[in-house]
């Protein structure tokens, strides 16, 4: 699963106080049900980190080197709409050459879907996903891989209801204000293009900025408590755009394109792109949703150990290094943003650094 091995696509949450001591015997009271009855319903339930139908739940399996480790299987039955469509039309087929006729109406056709759609669900496979979470005590976050509105959504309800806890999503604002106790619906758009005031989005600026760094200041870097720093920031490049929709540049050297320097100077900003950080030979990437701090892909560096516990525990220190240095580094913009001189001074480098970027046209 994604925690234990190769890419992860992750969120971040604020886990506001502690969970129940009975955490693992709530969880295992709302493990998944049996599929063999399912229909067309969808169902939700807690299973180990083992596999999408792993029932067992508790400290043996579900609490890997201290963290709490379980997935929330969605399970539900459906026919491809490929054979759907097969199986309807060779049952209007039948039906009009019973009834010599060459057409068939709405409401007759609306039928024999449905009973096909009756026929076929029971012979069909349970489709199973899984939303897997990891929960650090230790540091009161909860890292879940919940990507889209509607799994996340499902998980949060199902995650409340077992452990009676609301979590904090780990978005641009929130963690301002728990790194630096800064408000960022105070803040006003720097406005990198001059005589440019859009509303104000601290996540793109963030990436922004983290562009800026990579590339007017050669993407070195010093953290207070993670060290040295190399960054990076790559294409495929998406900007904002937000009447007229999204902006992607992705062709040819989106980094030096004519397309880019033209939605730079418009005063488009950065909402999603590639990061990668690196101290050492260790490395880290992914593709930074600038928008909810959503990580997509994220790549760790390699582990050494051979054995489950230690690959999985492993990759959870590397995880919570990039954690760490990626707040610190929105840490040290969300204080440059919060400070008069340094945030007229950043407005000014970065407007220069805009100005005088490199571009060349794309070639067809």
């Given at each position: 699963?994604?925690?234990?091995s190769?890419?992860?696509s992750?969120?971040?949450f604020?886990?506001?106080?502690?969970?129940?001591?009975?955490?693992?015997?709530?969880?295992?009271?709302?493990?998944?049900g049996?599929?063999?009855?399912?229909?067309?319903?969808?169902?939700?339930?807690?299973?180990?980190?083992?596999?999408?139908?792993?029932?067992?739940?508790?400290?043996?399996?579900a609490?890997p080197?201290?963290?709490?480790?379980?997935?929330?299987?969605?399970?539900?039955?459906?026919?491809?709409?490929?054979?759907?469509?097969?199986?309807?039309?060779?049952?209007?087929?039948?039906?009009?050459?019973a009834?010599?006729?060459?057409y068939?109406?709405?409401?007759?056709r609306?039928?024999?879907?449905?009973?096909?759609?009756?026929?076929?669900?029971?012979?069909?496979?349970?489709?199973?996903?899984?939303?897997?979470?990891?929960?650090?005590?230790?540091?009161?976050?909860?890292?879940?891989?919940?990507?889209?509105?509607?799994?996340l959504?499902?998980?949060?309800?199902?995650?409340?209801?077992?452990?009676?806890?609301?979590?904090?999503?780990?978005?641009?604002?929130?963690?301002?204000?728990?790194?630096?106790?800064?408000?960022?619906?105070?803040?006003?758009?720097?406005?990198?293009?001059?005589?440019?005031?859009?509303?104000?989005?601290?996540?793109r600026?963030?990436?922004?900025?983290?562009?800026?760094?990579?590339?007017?200041?050669?993407?070195?870097?010093?953290?207070?408590?993670?060290?040295?720093?190399?960054?990076?920031?790559?294409?495929?490049?998406?900007?904002?755009?937000?009447?007229?929709g999204?902006?992607?540049?992705?062709?040819?050297?989106?980094?030096?394109?004519?397309?880019?320097?033209?939605?730079?100077?418009?005063?488009?900003?950065?909402?999603?792109?590639?990061?990668?950080?690196a101290r050492?030979?260790?490395?880290?990437?992914?593709?930074?949703?600038?928008?909810?701090?959503?990580?997509?892909?994220?790549?760790?560096?390699?582990?050494?150990?051979?054995?489950?516990?230690?690959?999985?525990?492993?990759?959870?220190?590397?995880?919570e290094?990039?954690?760490?240095?990626?707040?610190?580094?929105?840490?040290?913009?969300?204080?440059?943003?919060?400070?008069?001189?340094?945030?007229?001074?950043?407005?000014?480098e970065?407007?220069?650094?805009?100005?005088?970027?490199?571009?060349?046209?794309?070639?067809?």
């Amino acid at each position: 699963m994604s925690f234990e091995s190769g890419s992860v696509s992750l969120r971040m949450f604020y886990v506001p106080k502690e969970l129940p001591d009975d955490i693992l015997e709530r969880f295992a009271e709302h493990t998944i049900g049996s599929v063999d009855t399912l229909r067309d319903e969808e169902i939700h339930g807690w299973v180990g980190p083992r596999h999408l139908l792993d029932r067992e739940i508790s400290e043996d399996n579900a609490l890997p080197g201290g963290y709490l480790r379980l997935t929330l299987t969605q399970a539900q039955r459906k026919i491809p709409t490929a054979l759907l469509r097969a199986e309807c039309r060779i049952e209007e087929m039948v039906w009009m050459a019973a009834e010599q006729r060459d057409y068939i109406n709405r409401q007759t056709r609306s039928e024999i879907k449905k009973e096909v759609t009756e026929k076929l669900l029971p012979q069909m496979p349970p489709t199973l996903k899984g939303i897997d979470f990891v929960y650090d005590r230790a540091h009161g976050l909860l890292y879940v891989t919940a990507m889209s509105e509607k799994q996340l959504d499902a998980f949060l309800i199902n995650f409340t209801l077992v452990a009676g806890v609301q979590l904090v999503a780990a978005d641009p604002a929130a963690m301002a204000w728990q790194l630096a106790q800064s408000r960022t619906d105070s803040w006003h758009s720097l406005g990198f293009a001059a005589d440019q005031w859009a509303d104000c989005a601290p996540g793109r600026e963030f990436l922004m900025w983290l562009w800026f760094i990579s590339e007017a200041k050669g993407g070195e870097i010093n953290l207070p408590e993670s060290g040295p720093f190399a960054m990076l920031v790559e294409g495929p490049l998406q900007f904002d755009q937000e009447e007229q929709g999204e902006i992607v540049i992705r062709k040819g050297e989106p980094m030096v394109s004519a397309e880019t320097r033209a939605a730079l100077l418009s005063g488009k900003k950065l909402r999603r792109a590639k990061l990668t950080l690196a101290r050492g030979e260790e490395i880290w990437n992914c593709t930074l949703d600038a928008d909810e701090f959503i990580f997509r892909g994220l790549k760790l560096p390699k582990t050494e150990a051979y054995d489950v516990l230690g690959k999985f525990t492993e990759r959870m220190e590397f995880l919570e290094t990039f954690r760490i240095a990626f707040g610190e580094l929105y840490k040290q913009f969300v204080e440059q943003r919060d400070s008069d001189a340094a945030r007229e001074n950043l407005r000014t480098e970065m407007r220069e650094w805009i100005r005088t970027r490199p571009a060349r046209k794309t070639e067809d």
